[in-house]
Structure formats: C-alpha cells, structure tokens
C-alpha cells in the first residue's frame, strides 16, 4: 500500500523530460511545409501610417507574402463573456485601422521560407508615418473617467471600497502619514518567448501557442475567425512559464491563423525579446497616494488609498491596487479610490499578483512608515490592528492566520534582536537592515472538467486542458490521481495542455490547483464506482453476486467491505478478467471565484523578514537573507511550493531593487528592451530564502483545503526591502526600484 503523495515532497514527474530536452515547448515543434513569420514593428507611438512600401521586401529570396491590412484577410474581434471565458486584453485586431497607438504596433508581417528570410524582409518594409508626439509621461494624474468604468473584470465603480468617513478620520487623527509610493512599468520575462504556431485543415484551425490558457485561447480564436469552438484546437505542452503574460491571446496569435490561411501553410511566428517590451502586456505603473491615521498607542482610525495607473489608450486592463486594501487590517474609516491615465503604451496587463502586488507595496510600505512615526515595532504594529472579519464586506474569513505568521516569521527570523536606529547594525563590518512586510492574495476556484481511465495494466491516464507553466501542474494531477487510485505518481499518465481535453482552468491567479482538486477527484470517485460495476458483473469475477455498494476501493485494490482489503483485487486485474482495456469516469467543479455572494471572505496571508547588507564607502547594497511565512492552505506538494515562494522572492528583488520599463519620451519606445539594459535579479543576486507554510487546510475552498501559491510571493516583499533599505542608510525610497542615487546620499556616519 503507497503512501498518501499529498502533502509530501514530491519530485517533478516531468523533470527527467525537461531536463534531457525531451520536453517539447512550443516553438521546438515543427511540420512540412512550415513557413516562418516575423511581424513590422511601428516605429512611432502615436500617429498614422500613411504608406507602407512593401515591393522590395516582395522581391527578396524565399520570401512569400508581405501580409498588411490590404491582404490579410478578415479578423473579427472577439467579445467579453462572463466567467474567465473569451478574455483578450487587446481587443483591436491587428491591423484593423491605420492608427498607430504604442511603439512596436505590428503594421505587417512578412512570412518566408526561413525565419531569417522573414527576418530581413521584414526589416525591408517602409512605413511613412504622419507622426505626433506621444504621451508617456511618467508622472500619472488620473483622466476623465465616469465614476464607473469598464474593465476586463466588467464595469468596475472607481470608489472602489469605503466605511465610516475617512476623510474626517484622518483630520482628526493624532497621528497622521501621507505619501505617495510608485511602482514602475515592469516587463514579463520569462524566458521562452512567445510563439505560435498555426495551421489551418479546411475549416479547422489548430495552434500550438506558449498559452497560459489554451481553453480561452480556443474561443478567443473561434471568435476572431468565425469558427465553431469545436473546430479550433490548441496545444500548449510545456512552458518556459509566463507570469501572467501568456494568460491570454496578444496580436500576433491571430496573425500567423491569419498568414496560415492566407498562405495553406503552417506558420510558425515566435516573438522577439524586444517585442516582448512592446505587444505582450506588461504590469502598469502606478502611483499610490496613502493616508493613514492613527492614535498614539497604534490603533489605526482611517486608511486612504487613492491611486492611478496608466493603461494603453483603447484597452480596459484594471490594475487592482487596491484588492487587498478593504480587508487587510482593522479600521474604521477606510476609502479606497481609482483613477487611469491612457498613455501611447502598449496593453498593460496581469502580472504575477497584479494589483495586489503594486497595491500592497505602496500600504505595507505606509504600515511601516507609521510604525516608525509610532515607534512601535512594525510587526507589533499590525498584530495591535489584527481584523476579527472581513471588515469590507461583513464576511468570516475562511482561514486566516496572518497572527501566526508574523509571529513565527518574526522567530525564525530573530527579528526580536533588530534595533529600531538607522545604522545601529552591524556585522563583519557591514550594515545590516532589517525590514518587514505582510502579504496576501486572491483564493477561489476557476471552473474545470477532468477525466480520468483506469486500465487493465494497473495504469491510470488523468486528462484536464489547463496547463504547467513551468510551477509543477503535472506533478500536482499526478499526485491527486495517485491519491484516489493508490497508484504512484510515477505510473501516473497526466494529459494537460491541449484543448481538446476536458475544459481546464486558466494557469492564472494561483487558481489553478484550488480548481481541479474537486474535478479530478470526482472523475475518479466515478471511474472506481464503474470498475465496481465491472466487478460484480463479470463472470468469474471473486465480487460476481455482491451488489457495488457492497465494495470498496483502496490503494488499487477493490474488495468487498465485509472482507476486508486484505482480499483485496487489484484494479487491473479486475479490469483483464472483465477483457475491459479501461474504466472512465468524468469529474467537474464549479467557479466560486469573484462569485457575487460568497459566505466567506477568501484569501492566503503572509509575511516577509528580510535582510539588507549596506557598504556606505562603496555604496553597495544585498539583499543577504530572507524569511517567508505563508498561510495559503494545505501545501500539496510542499517541494514545488518552496520553488513557487522562493521564485517570487527572487522577482521581489528584481522588483525592488532592478526592474523598470523605461519609455523614450521622444519617440515612446521602451527603451531597455533587451535583457542586458532591463535589469533582473541572477543567482548572485538571489540570498538563502527561508520559506515556512503554515499549511492549515482551507476547507471551504475545495476538499483538500488547498489554496494557490503563484503570486502570493511576491506580494509585500518590495515593502519589506525598501524597509529595510531604510533601516540600513535612514533612506526611504518610495518610488522603485531603489536606484543608487537614491541610497548615495545616505551619510557615512553611523
Ligand atoms: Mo498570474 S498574473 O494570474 O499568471
């Protein structure tokens, strides 16, 4: 009898493949006949394209077809839908007008025999442009908006949370802070690229694309081509992951289904590091005024946050900063307030804790400013502020323990020997930092269907189309098909990434675990309910005369209840004596996030402790170590878990210390669109990350009581290094990344 996978560190099932190349991403897939794409960039911001020459680009070797807005062909748009379903964030086709909005708007696409045929042509074509100066002022003040807006999400009200009257809270309020924090543009940068490739067979078009979503990247295509969805199938078998920017379809998807149909060939069409600044999304940059009040003693009386975001200028993309603002402490008096300021940018989009992430940056870095003021230690601070329910909506939470998550980082971090005075620590002759910071995130479940097969070899096949991004989904399946069928995850067969399987969840918004636990342990509870059919029907059979119910099903084994599993049949044999090749059974589970009357307010909670080195003579600064703490559930594999938070706090470095897309305000490109100038956080950058899960079940959100651990890594961490930034060099930076010039001006003294 195997042991229970679940909640046991478990080794990758599809490690071995990636790590001897047999892993095939999307790009590595090739056919007969393929032709390559490569798209025209734009090389304004804003303005119009008067002429495009493309009779040389025509003439050169191999090419064949310089596609634009004359000779593509039809792309309809495609439309909202409720329900996660049909979302696409730029909803213009390509090539539908002549207007030029963002730097880097395809304009054409030449397509070749080779890919560096492609290349050059494209590098051929002549655009005339009549030009005007864009608009990618950094400085954000919100535009003309009506008090409700419409966003991907559906119309979203701007006063976007509010109780008791904050204002007059705050006026009143013995202690006051008001500032404002920025988060930059950042860029995704995974490191596959995007790529897609498409080929048409009459009337049914199939994909191979770098999707984080292949179901809704199947009715966004059945949409823009007029298909039914049952004629569209796309495939996503590994990914170099995403972070949000693969979730949905950008412009170039439908671009090479356009070339391919134009040409009755496939075409394979992967997107450049530097287009990958330009057309694939990007997190929005945000400006965040907060006001907090307090009283002496710490309790807090009124928090404002009042933010802008930039966003393209046709797009919706809501960046959410103010998602965990309403619930995350007790007070009275809250208001929580948007506004948007369009700007010649390409589509912002989801990434990794979008809105959360930016948004709790700016109140952790405002909780810590306060306890300053307060002197009271932040982490005491927030225990004194501790909410008993969702104080925003009323609502119980389904399981919190941010209480125990400060506490125990605080311990294991030693955080009770920090000395509160700017530059008071040292070691080895640096000075050291030491700042904190909570966190938390979305919880729920997406919609997913499952199947499961178990077959006459004792093997078990478990089907779902959402995907791995890289975060360990194939693993997960395999753990919870092992879980129900005895069998170990090793034998198990997980079929994901391709949407001709049972409709799966989007690889987004941590939701994607949370949502197939009930799926695939219903199609399974079915699937072994059909073998007991099989048991007691089969001639011969040792359970031939009992009734189903009679039977029970444990580690692989069928027996009848009275007898115990000691006499037991394994399933395969059962199976073979039946000459039955397999048993299947189907499973699905329902949508509960964002649902209009939830019973529970849902979310993971945690915390950061971090560490800073500070070299005032040489001005060199290090994130040196690093506690997290998480509240996020039952941590199914606690293995990929670690992975997950210790990657998001690398991304937090990055965050806090490296990462922003920087716009040319001449001609409005990105200008650091290459991974030399966008800096990141490398291995020399990453310090041992300490990673502790609570691990308290969750049992309102599905069986197992499992939440997401995605993106909830990220959140709070930027706080927590500029916090402790502070405590080293007495600077606070409120508009990342800290920047050297930003820490220079800190004194040698201390
Ligand atoms: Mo995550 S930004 O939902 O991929």
Not at 48 to 76: C, Q, S
Request: with cysteine; net charge neutral; proline share 6%.
């Amino acid at each position: 009898m195997t042991t229970s996978p679940i909640g046991s560190d478990t080794l990758r099932i599809d490690g071995p493949r990636k790590v001897t190349g047999l892993a095939q991403y999307t790009s590595d897939f090739n056919f007969p006949g393929m032709l390559y794409a490569v798209p025209v960039e734009a090389i304004i911001a804003n303005g119009k394209l008067v002429a495009l020459d493309t009779a040389a680009a025509e003439k050169m070797p191999g090419v064949r077809a310089i596609f634009h807005r004359a000779n593509l062909g039809k792309i309809f748009r495609s439309t909202p839908a409720p329900g996660f379903d049909r979302v696409c964030l730029e909803r213009r086709p390509p090539f539908e007008d002549d207007v030029i909005r963002y730097y880097g708007q395809y304009i054409a696409l030449a397509v070749a025999d080779t890919f560096e045929a492609a290349k050059a042509a494209a590098d051929a074509v002549r655009a005339t442009y009549s030009k005007e100066k864009p608009n990618v002022e950094s400085r954000l003040e919100a535009g003309d908006d009506p008090d409700v807006v419409f966003t991907g999400y559906g119309p979203v009200p701007r006063l976007q949370s509010h109780r008791g009257d904050a204002a007059a809270a705050f006026d009143s309020a013995p202690v006051k802070l008001d500032e404002t924090y920025v988060t930059p543009a950042e860029t995704h940068n995974p490191l596959e690229l995007h790529s897609s490739t498409a080929m048409w067979d009459g009337e049914r078009l199939t994909l191979y694309d770098s999707t984080q979503g292949v179901v809704n990247m199947r009715s966004v295509l059945a949409q823009m081509f007029g298909l039914p969805k049952e004629n569209v199938r796309v495939i996503a078998k590994f990914l170099g992951s995403g972070f949000g920017g693969k979730l949905y379809p950008w412009t170039h998807v439908p671009l090479a289904v356009a070339a391919a149909r134009q040409l009755g060939k496939p075409v394979k069409l992967v997107v450049s590091r530097k287009m990958m600044f330009q057309t694939v999304g990007h997190r929005a940059r945000t400006q965040q005024r907060i006001r907090l009040g307090a009283t002496h003693e710490g309790k807090l009386l009124s928090l404002q946050h009042d933010y802008v975001y930039h966003l393209s200028m046709i797009d919706h993309y809501h960046e959410d900063c103010g998602e965990a603002t309403p619930f995350h402490y007790s007070v009275p008096n809250l208001r929580v307030h948007f506004g948007r300021a369009r700007r010649n940018i390409g589509a912002t989009a989801d990434m990794r804790g979008p809105g959360a992430v930016p948004g709790l940056y700016a109140t952790e870095s405002a909780m810590n400013e306060m306890a300053e003021r307060l002197k009271i230690d932040p982490v005491r601070f927030r225990l004194f502020n501790e909410p008993k329910i969702d104080e925003s909506n009323k609502l119980p939470f389904s399981s919190r323990h941010y209480v125990e998550c400060l506490n125990l980082g605080a311990e294991k971090f030693d955080w009770s020997k920090r000395t509160p005075a700017v530059g008071s620590m040292k070691q080895d002759g640096l000075t050291l930092g030491w700042g904190m910071a909570g966190a938390a995130w979305i919880a729920g479940r997406f919609a997913a269907e499952a199947n499961m097969q178990l077959r006459d070899d004792g093997s078990v096949r478990i089907a779902c189309a959402t995907q791995d991004i890289g975060t360990g989904t194939y693993t997960i399946l395999a753990q919870l098909a092992s879980q129900k069928t005895g069998v170990p995850v090793d034998k198990i067969e997980v079929d994901l990434g391709d949407s001709a399987l049972p409709d799966g969840p989007i690889s987004g918004g941590s939701l994607a675990t949370s949502s197939v636990i009930p799926a695939v342990f219903k199609a399974a509870d079915q699937a072994i309910t059909s073998l007991m059919i099989v048991a007691v029907s089969t001639p011969g059979s040792h359970f031939l005369g009992h009734k189903p119910e009679d039977l029970a099903f444990e580690g692989g084994h069928i027996f009848v209840k009275a007898e115990g599993v000691a006499k037991g049949v394994a399933f395969g044999d059962v199976l073979r004596q039946a000459n039955a090749r397999l048993v299947t059974g189907s499973g699905s589970s329902e949508q509960t996030a964002f649902a209009p009357n939830p019973k529970f307010s849902m979310h993971s909670f945690g915390c950061h402790f971090v560490e800073v080195t500070w070299q005032p003579e040489i001005a060199r600064l290090r994130v040196s170590r690093v506690v997290t703490v998480m509240d996020a559930g039952h941590i199914l594999n606690p293995l990929t878990g670690r992975n997950q938070i210790q990657g998001a706090v690398v991304m937090g470095i990055g965050m806090a210390l490296f990462e922003e897309t920087t716009y040319d305000p001449q001609n409005g490109a990105p200008i650091n669109s290459n991974l030399a100038d966008y800096i990141m956080t490398v291995n020399a950058d990453a310090p041992p990350i300490d990673v502790h899960f609570l691990d308290y079940p969750d049992k309102e959100i599905n069986e197992l009581g499992a939440r997401g651990i995605g993106e909830i890594g990220l959140a709070g961490i930027a706080a927590a290094i500029t916090d402790a930034v502070h405590h080293a060099t007495g600077v606070r930076v409120r508009e990342l990344p800290v920047k050297i010039e930003d820490i220079l001006a800190a004194p040698l003294k201390t």
